[in-house]
């Protein structure tokens, strides 16, 4: 696994924060189905880890949680990125002897399995090819599909010492549901310095930095025209992007600034995945929180 892309100067995603009706339920869930190990818990919220030291996600509990619903902004789904095929083909081979219902594809940069949680929420969890196998055209657009995945050699890969999510496993990106495309994309490569970098129509986009094939992607697929989330709602409350450095951290802030946008310091934020410099919420309602803790 390249693990450049996930490092700075990269605007990389590094924790997502979500919303769950019931704590006992989803950690039960994370830990027994996804492999994530508890690194801190109270009677309402969990931090999960899978190298003992950090945290990619957290939980917290909604009292008197309202549903995923269609027509709303939030979470598509958060993306675990593992380091080797042996790895997928061991977290596949855990999934067939739980009898877990999983989706796959093969996205010619990337090989997938996706999942939900018990809230709803989407999980991916995926190896990158190599990026030199990567196709890029002359507009600086990278070739994705969605294909079968051919489960026969990602098998053959395993070898059986299934002990949860590696320990170099990160957040590979985040896939976010947007209630207007133009205004998210106007926003994330204007206000923010992310690229375009795949197109699939007019109701999705891709962007990155650094020429990853996507640290965020974006669709209207569910929520086209909608609404942002509720304080209630499960899902996505909050996502955490690793500045390269102070001096950036304040080029950020003066650009959310100038086009509008709120700088802030969010009351809360997850303790994990990085101390807060300062918080935004973007055109469709969603919370991001900015650090320069990372690689």
Same mark, same amino acid.
């Given at each position: 696994?390249?693990?450049?892309?996930?490092?700075?100067?990269?605007?990389?995603?590094?924790?997502?924060? #979500?919303?769950?009706? %019931?704590?006992?339920?989803?950690?039960?869930?994370?830990? @027994? +189905?996804? *492999?994530?190990?508890? !690194?801190?818990?109270?009677?309402?919220?969990?931090?999960?880890?899978?190298?003992?030291?950090?945290?990619?996600?957290?939980?917290?509990?909604?009292?008197?949680?309202?549903?995923?619903?269609?027509?709303?902004?939030?979470?598509?789904?958060?993306?675990?990125?593992?380091?080797?095929?042996?790895?997928?083909?061991?977290?596949?081979?855990?999934?067939?002897?739980?009898?877990?219902?999983?989706?796959?594809?093969?996205?010619?940069?990337?090989?997938?399995?996706?999942?939900?949680?018990?809230?709803?929420?989407?999980?991916?969890?995926?190896?990158?090819?190599?990026?030199?196998?990567?196709?890029?055209?002359?507009?600086?657009?990278?070739?994705?599909?969605?294909?079968?995945?051919?489960?026969?050699?990602? #098998?053959?890969?395993? %070898?059986?010492?299934?002990?949860?999510?590696?320990?170099? @496993? +990160?957040? *590979?990106?985040?896939? !976010?549901?947007?209630?207007?495309?133009?205004?998210?994309?106007?926003?994330?490569?204007?206000?923010?310095?992310?690229?375009?970098?795949?197109?699939?129509?007019?109701?999705?986009?891709?962007?990155?930095?650094?020429?990853?094939?996507?640290?965020?992607?974006?669709?209207?697929?569910?929520?086209?025209?909608?609404?942002?989330?509720?304080?209630?709602?499960?899902?996505?409350?909050?996502?955490?992007?690793?500045?390269?450095?102070?001096?950036?951290?304040?080029?950020?802030?003066?650009?959310?600034?100038?086009?509008?946008?709120?700088?802030?310091?969010?009351?809360?934020?997850?303790?994990?995945?990085?101390?807060?410099?300062?918080?935004?919420?973007?055109?469709?309602?969603?919370?991001?929180?900015?650090? #320069?803790?990372?690689?």
């Amino acid at each position: 696994m390249a693990t450049h892309f996930h490092k700075k100067p990269n605007l990389y995603p590094a924790h997502v924060q #979500l919303k769950v009706s %019931d704590i006992v339920r989803s950690i039960e869930y994370y830990t @027994t +189905v996804i *492999g994530f190990k508890v !690194l801190q818990q109270t009677e309402t919220e969990a931090y999960l880890t899978a190298d003992g030291q950090t945290s990619l996600v957290s939980l917290v509990e909604v009292q008197n949680a309202q549903p995923l619903k269609q027509g709303f902004a939030g979470l598509y789904h958060l993306a675990l990125l593992l380091p080797s095929r042996k790895d997928l083909g061991n977290i596949v081979q855990h999934f067939v002897n739980l009898n877990v219902r999983i989706g796959a594809a093969d996205h010619d940069v990337s090989e997938a399995l996706y999942l939900n949680d018990p809230d709803g929420n989407g999980i991916e969890i995926y190896i990158d090819r190599h990026e030199s196998e990567w196709t890029w055209n002359q507009d600086e657009q990278v070739h994705m599909v969605t294909e079968q995945l051919n489960f026969q050699p990602i #098998l053959a890969a395993a %070898d059986g010492n299934w002990n949860g999510l590696p320990a170099d @496993t +990160v957040m *590979g990106h985040v896939h !976010l549901s947007v209630v207007n495309l133009d205004k998210s994309e106007q926003f994330y490569t204007n206000v923010l310095d992310y690229n375009v970098v795949t197109r699939y129509g007019a109701q999705a986009l891709f962007v990155s930095t650094g020429k990853y094939h996507h640290h965020f992607g974006l669709n209207t697929w569910n929520s086209n025209n909608g609404h942002a989330p509720t304080n209630d709602m499960v899902g996505l409350k909050s996502f955490t992007v690793v500045l390269k450095d102070a001096q950036y951290a304040e080029e950020v802030k003066q650009s959310l600034t100038t086009n509008g946008f709120i700088v802030e310091n969010f009351t809360e934020a997850p303790a994990y995945g990085g101390t807060q410099l300062f918080s935004t919420v973007d055109p469709n309602g969603l919370r991001i929180i900015f650090t #320069l803790d990372g690689e």
